[in-house]
Structures are given as C-alpha cells and as structure tokens.
C-alpha cells in the first residue's frame, strides 16, 4: 500500500472517474486508509472487466440478435427467461432443476438487469433464493455436486448485488444471515465467493458492515464458536490453505476492521483479533515475504497493521491534549475526577467503583466470578461507549441500548436536580456566613463612630475589613446577592469615615504665654483700685 499522501491522491483520481455525487465522496473520503486501497483495487479490477466485455460485446451483440429472431419462433423460451419463472422454479425443491436454471441467470437478466432484478425481488425471489442455499447447507453430509450447487446459488446472488436495487434490498433483508454459514464450507471455492460477496456487502455502507458484523456474530451462535471471529483468526493458522485462501481471510477480516468512520469501533473491532492472537500469527508470514507469491497477502498483512498503527497514534494523541495516559491506571483515574467534578455522574461514578472494590474482594473466596464479572461489564460498557443499537452477548439476551437509556430517564433527572439542591445549599450557607459578617461590621461601625467624636485627640487608626472565609471571598467576587452589596458598601461607609476622623479631627493649639509683669508703683500708692461712684 503506498503512503498516505500518494493513496489519497489515488483515491481523489478513482472518485473523479466515477463520477459520484459530493455527498457519496465526502463520506468516502472519511474511510480508512485500508478501505482506500482495497476500493481503488476493486475499481481497477471492474475497468479491466468493462474493457474485457467491451471487446466482446460485438460478438454479444450478434448472438442476442439471433437469439431474438429464435425465440421471437419460440416463446416459450421468452418465458423460462422471465423472473416469474425463475420464482415459480425457485419455489418447487427439484434442486437438479434449479441448479440448471440458476447458471443461466446472469444471461436471463438480459440488457435491462436493474429492471429484471426489481421484478426477481418484488415476486419474493431473493428470500426464496436464500431458503434455497439454506436448504443445502443443512445437509449433514455434502458431495461434489452441493457445492457445485451451492457455488451456481452464490454466483446468482452476487449478479443480483451488484446492482444497486439489488443490494439495497439485500442489506434490508439481511440476506448475510445465510451466505454468512458457508464461510467454512469444505470446498474452497464456495469459501472464496462468500467471502467475496461478504467483503461487497461491507464496503458497500455503513449498513452494509453493520449487518457484517451481525452476520458474524449470527456465524458465532449458529457453529458454537467461543468468541467471534474464531474461525477467521484459525483460518490464517492452516498450513492446508492456499495462499488465494489466505489472502481472502485477510481481506475480509480488514472489510470489517477498516470499513467503519468510528474510531473507536474500529480499535474495538481489532481488539477481538488481537485478543484471539492474530498479530502473532501475521509475525509468522514475515519469513515468507521474499516469495512473491506472498505479496498479496502481504499487502493485506500490511494494511492491518499500519491501520493499527495509526489508529493508536491518533487515540493518544486525543487523550494526551487532556492530559490523560490511558496506559496508567492512576493517570486515568485522577482524570475522570478532573473531568467529572461537581456534575452529577460523580455520584454514579463512585458507586461503580465501589461496586468494582465489592467485586474485587470476592476473588479470594470465588477466583471466576470477578474475572467474569469484569468481562461482563468491560462488554456492556463497550456497547454503550460505542453507543450499538444492540447489547448483550446471546440472541436472547440482548436489549435495545435505546430502551435502556430510555428507562433511566427519570433517574437522570432526579440526580440533576438532586445536584442543583445541593447547590442551593451551599449558596445558602455562604449567605448565610456574610449576612453574620455584614452584622458584626454594622457593630463595629456604630462602636467606631461612638468612641470617634469629632473633638477626639486621640489618632483614629485605619479601618481594616475583616478577614474572610475562603468560600465567602469566592463568593464576594463571583456573587451579585443584596447582601454582598450591601456589605461592600459598609465598607466603603467605614473607610470614608475612618478617612474624614483624621483630617477633621488636629490636635488643639496650646494655651496663650500670660502677660510680662509691669515696674512696681511709687510709694504711697495703693494698688487697689478705688471704687466706682
């Protein structure tokens, strides 16, 4: 697979050609880097085939002619071509018959195959088709001619999906659910076309892999396996297969890692492969790359784990703008306090790790039942992270994710406005302790005022506001409540007067020097002063 500069300016090329819609490109351009490569592959693949049927469609164009003119003689050849006949066939159990007639679908779609394929659909053909296949896949011992049967059935059905009527409808009915069980057929071939066909419906849409995955995981009921994607990963570990079959493998296993936009999916999905030990099993080939026979399925091996690659650099990065490892158990935990402090989860937060330590403690007297526990609520948070429609492990033990959430509706609520009393509370209080402090400084401004009068010779010391509590102090600078007006007023009433005290209020002059005593009077004088008449 070439760099990412030089796939992108591929794919802009093979889009170009096509000559999609702008919403159909710009949901292309989203995919992987894997899905890329094997879409501009599959388009190269479909032109050397356009060019293959250019070349022959001279001859094509006479044999149609004189196939007219014959059965323009006889008729009912016109009706065994029709998709009528086709459904009504489809309906009797002559597999002999069937097998026949189905190798000559593709030739009895004719010029207009959309047209043909909408009245094979509407007459109930593509579900009669898939009960067909499942009736040959049920046998407990299958010979040559099944699988040449079954091979003729997965040919008709993919004619019918490579229009886009055909495999709209096909994703809607969830025709996966059969062609899925012939993933380990004994005959290669029938192995080769379903996973090709499986690979079409993955890259198709997002519906398209949706379906993929539940088709795998309908697989995984219906042949017991003990994880899903059991028998892909055993697959690559046969030393039997051919190189074709294990490029297959490969290619399919990447349709359903790479096709999804979500990254967290996609690194979901991989993990079940890393769990079932596939990156071990790919590290065995690296011996095998100088044959050249090995380089398809080399670049297969490639992709996987460049996406991989790429997936977990693009993760880090994420976490690591917020700060957080997610490889340190106490990194992550000290974030999720940070991330969730004073909202409402907090509550719930600590009741699930109080429930993790419950479920810790128990492993002393029970060892499986906390490895089984953990496992059981790592899938189920899974599940709702990625927020899948379905939850659950069994068929019949899955809920709808929306209906849970759905249920606890009231209890979210509940705990929202459980916080927002908890809230009031507190503001309460705060009041509360400044209503105490704008009492005691109404105090101590009338005391101060009393003990200051105007003719005081006694120096007024500056007033000074009493220290506050911290909450308070958050309060005073965050709150607009009358009482923090009312105090920050007070304060400026106290501060003036403490200010006016000192100006208004000298130190009294000293008293005047009394007069100089006067030259003492003659003799014979008194100094009394006489009397007034």
Not at 50 to 60: F, L, R
Not at 63 to 81: D, F, G, L
Not at 152 to 178: A, D, F, P, Q, Y
């Amino acid at each position: 697979m070439p760099n990412s500069p030089v796939l992108n300016q591929m794919f802009e090329n093979t889009l170009e050609n096509m000559e999609l819609a702008e919403e159909e490109r710009e949901g292309l351009k989203k995919k992987a880097s894997g899905f890329k490569w094997m879409f501009i592959k599959a388009h190269n693949a479909d032109l050397l085939l356009s060019e293959e049927i250019q070349k022959n469609s001279s001859k094509m164009e006479e044999n149609s002619s004189q196939n007219a003119m014959k059965s323009a003689r006889n008729p009912s050849k016109i009706i065994q071509s029709s998709p009528q006949f086709y459904v009504d066939s489809l309906r009797s159990e002559s597999e002999e018959f069937n097998g026949k007639l189905l190798k000559n679908m593709r030739n009895s779609m004719g010029h207009d195959p959309s047209n043909w394929i909408f009245q094979f659909i509407e007459l109930g053909g593509l579900d009669l088709l898939c009960i067909f296949m499942e009736r040959i896949e049920k046998k407990s011992i299958q010979k040559e001619e099944d699988f040449s049967l079954m091979l003729v059935c997965l040919r008709g059905l993919g004619s019918i999906l490579n229009t886009n009527i055909g495999m709209e409808t096909g994703i809607k009915h969830c025709i996966t659910l059969s062609i899925v069980l012939h993933l380990d057929s004994q005959d290669e071939r029938v192995r080769s076309k379903t996973m090709e066909i499986l690979i079409t419906v993955c890259l198709f849409s997002e519906a398209g892999h949706q379906l993929i995955l539940k088709s795998m995981t309908h697989f995984q009921l219906v042949k017991r396996e003990s994880r899903r994607f059991e028998f892909l990963v055993s697959q690559l570990k046969k030393e039997e297969n051919s190189i074709f079959s294990l490029m297959d493998s490969m290619a399919y296993i990447n349709s359903i890692v790479n096709s999804t936009v979500n990254m967290e999916e996609r690194m979901s999905i991989r993990k079940e492969f890393e769990d079932l030990g596939i990156v071990e099993i790919l590290k065995g080939f690296e011996s095998k790359r100088e044959d050249n026979s090995f380089a398809n399925l080399d670049t297969q091996i490639q992709i996987f784990l460049d996406e991989a690659k790429i997936d977990e650099e693009e993760t880090k990065e994420t976490y690591t703008k917020i700060g957080i490892d997610i490889n340190d158990p106490i990194g992550m935990s000290k974030g999720l306090l940070l991330l969730l402090q004073g909202s409402p989860e907090m509550d719930n937060f600590l009741s699930i790790l109080r429930t993790l330590l419950q479920i810790s403690l128990k492993k002393e007297k029970n060892p499986k039942i906390a490895l089984k526990s953990f496992i059981l609520l790592d899938k189920f948070g899974k599940g709702i992270s990625l927020q899948n429609d379905i939850v659950g492990f069994e068929e019949d033990t899955k809920v709808s994710l929306h209906s849970l959430l759905h249920s606890q509706e009231s209890s979210s609520k509940l705990a929202e406005l459980k916080m927002k009393l908890n809230e009031m509370e507190k503001l309460k209080e705060q009041n509360k302790l400044l209503m105490e402090e704008v009492k005691e400084m109404k105090e101590k401004r009338f005391n101060y005022l009393l003990a200051s009068p105007p003719n005081s010779q006694s120096s007024s010391p500056a007033f000074t506001s009493p220290n506050l509590s911290r909450e308070s102090s958050q309060v005073m600078e965050s709150a607009s409540s009358p009482v923090v007006a009312l105090r920050r007023r007070l304060l400026g009433e106290l501060a003036s007067a403490s200010n006016s005290t000192e100006e208004c209020d000298p130190s009294p002059p000293p008293p005047p020097p009394p007069p100089a005593p006067g030259p003492p009077p003659p003799p014979g004088l008194s100094t009394k002063t006489p009397p007034k008449k």
